[in-house]
Nanobody, 121 residues
């Protein structure tokens, strides 16, 4: 199983970016997909996650600004980030937990390599 992220880059405060992540590897279903981030000198933190059947969870710091969405048929997850702030600067990681493949179900957690988001004038 591999997770490939795209969409990071530089944005001005108040601007927008969209991150995308595609899971590959003969995947039949993914229970939870989402995004975490790690700013310099800080621990990795949850940004937003969404279960296969719909419930979402957002960090308080991004509620009302970020929107997570999934395409279960394509095993993709996206993060629309609006009203960006300098404190959103971090490496953003795609995360997937609970994956069913042709070999069966695995409760393992998978991570992408990360994509850098920089919010600055």
């Amino acid at each position: 199983v591999q997770l490939a992220e795209s969409g990071g880059g530089l944005a001005q405060p108040g601007g927008s970016l969209r991150l995308s992540c595609a899971a590959s590897g003969n995947i039949m279903a993914v229970n939870v997909m989402g995004w975490y981030r790690q700013a310099p000198g800080k621990e990795r933190e949850l940004v937003a996650i969404e279960t296969r059947v719909g419930p979402t969870n957002y960090a308080d710091s991004v509620k009302g600004r970020f929107t997570i969405s999934r395409d279960n048929a394509k095993n993709t997850v996206s993060l629309q980030m609006n009203s960006l702030k300098p404190e959103d600067t971090a490496v953003y990681y795609c995360n997937a937990v609970g994956i069913t493949t042709a070999n069966g179900f695995s409760a393992m957690e998978y991570w992408g390599e990360g994509t850098l988001v920089t919010v600055s004038q």
